[in-house]
Every structure is written in C-alpha cells, then in structure tokens.
C-alpha cells in the first residue's frame, strides 16, 4: 500500500539551533515530492518541491533547504532557526505524478 | 497568478443537516484541477474530494459533493447528513495542469457540528 510517513510528530527547539524534519514514502518509485508550511490560522505554503533524487525547487526564498538523498526520502532542514520558522510543517507526494497530492501526518515546530 | 479565496471563516450546522461551503479561484488556465481538503483536529491534511476543470459532471464521494461551476469560477462542497467527525477545517485547494505544479490554497472554513 502507499503511505507517507513523517518525523519527529512534534519538535521544541531553541533559536538558532539545527532542523532536520524527515519524510519517507513506501509503495511507489519516483514520486513528486512536496515540503508546505502551515503558519497558525493559515493556509498550507509551498516551501520546495522535488520530482527526483537531487532535484529540489524552492518557492519561497528563506531560511531552510531541502534535499532528496533517496527516491522515497525528503529532508527539510536548517542550519540556524529562527523564531519566524514555528509552523506546522507538512510533506506531502504525488504517488503517480497525477494531480493529486497526499499529506503526511506533519511535524509541530515550536521554535523559542 | 492563480489566487483561491474561501470567503467563510466559519461555519455550523446542526447535525444530520446539509450544509454547503464556498469557493472562489481565480485562473486564466483551461486546464486545471480543483480540490477540498479536511484540516480535523489532528491536523492532518486528508483529501475530500477532486474535480477535473475539463469534466462537466459534479464530482460526488459518498455525502460529499460539489457544484462546480467553470464560467463563475466557483468550487462549492455541500456535505449531506452532517456527521460530528465532519467537524474540521475546510480547504478549497487549486492546481494548474498536470505533472509538479504545486496547490494554490484558501484561508479556509472552520466546519462546527451541533448535536
């Protein structure tokens, strides 16, 4: 079956320290790829997209990266948070590069 | 660029009642997709239902339905016999053509069930 999974559900860290949010997927080869952040009260906002490994593109210039190291792999990460990155984070794929795009669970991101 | 407006922050209905959720999109596309989402407490985002621009027919998924209206440009979900697991929040979602384009979202529309 195809699932999507995401890691850590929910995640405290200080300003300025390192993120790294992970997303796999299981039952499809070469999916789309989608990182979007959710801010309080608010619509979902596309941060990158990747329709390969290595192949990342991102929408909204900031202070976090994406990478795809493996086909069913997406990696959110940054080097230094800010206070503006707390959010609800979602991944989510495009299983048969179709039109339609299924959400993971998401990550809780709290940053102080 | 396309922009996708929900003009109702919040909406209730008693349960077992039908109620009916708004959209409007803008878009110069021929070729498009329109989708609703379910935001529940969880968070997790879960896809209600879909409709190809290209498609006359409402799309319908169970009690779930919309009136699709292409000229207007107007994505309306009308939920039938309410249900107190309907309570969420609401997302009318716009994607142009086919391959990795990504989802346009609205504001949304917080769905309160009354018993």
């Known amino acids: 079956s195809q699932t999507i999974h995401q890691w850590p559900a929910t995640l405290v860290q200080p300003v300025g320290s390192p993120l790294s949010l992970e997303c796999t997927v299981e039952?499809?080869?070469?999916?789309?790829l989608y990182w979007y952040r959710q801010a309080a009260g608010r619509g979902l906002q596309l941060l990158f997209y990747?329709?390969?490994?290595?192949?990342i593109s991102s929408e909204v210039p900031q202070n976090l990266s994406a990478s795809r190291p493996q086909d069913r792999q997406f990696i959110l990460s940054s080097k230094k948070l800010l206070l503006s990155d707390s959010g609800f984070y979602l991944c989510?794929?495009?299983?048969?590069?179709?039109?339609?795009?299924?959400f993971g669970p998401g990550t809780r991101l709290t940053v102080l | 660029a396309q922009t996708v407006t929900q003009s109702q922050p919040e909406m209730s209905v008693q349960e077992a009642e039908t109620v009916t959720l708004s959209c409007t999109y803008d878009?110069?596309?021929?070729?498009?997709?329109l989708f609703w989402y379910k935001q529940p407490p969880s968070r997790q985002m879960i896809l209600v239902i879909r409709?190809?621009?290209?498609?006359?027919q409402n799309a319908t998924e169970n009690r779930f339905s919309v009136n699709f209206q292409k000229a207007a440009k107007s994505f309306s979900l009308k939920i039938s016999d309410s249900q107190l697991g309907d309570a969420a929040m609401y997302f009318c979602?716009?994607?142009?053509?086919?391959?990795?384009?990504?989802?346009?979202f609205g504001t949304g529309t917080r769905l309160t069930i009354i018993p």
């Open positions: 989510a794929w495009d299983p048969d590069r179709g039109n339609t795009q299924y």
């Open positions: 039952g499809t080869s070469n999916p789309n």
């Open positions: 990747s329709v390969g490994i290595g192949q």
């Open positions: 878009t110069s596309e021929s070729d498009y997709y």
């Open positions: 409709q190809e621009a290209y498609k006359q």
């Open positions: 979602a716009y994607r142009k053509g086919w391959g990795n384009e990504k989802l346009t």
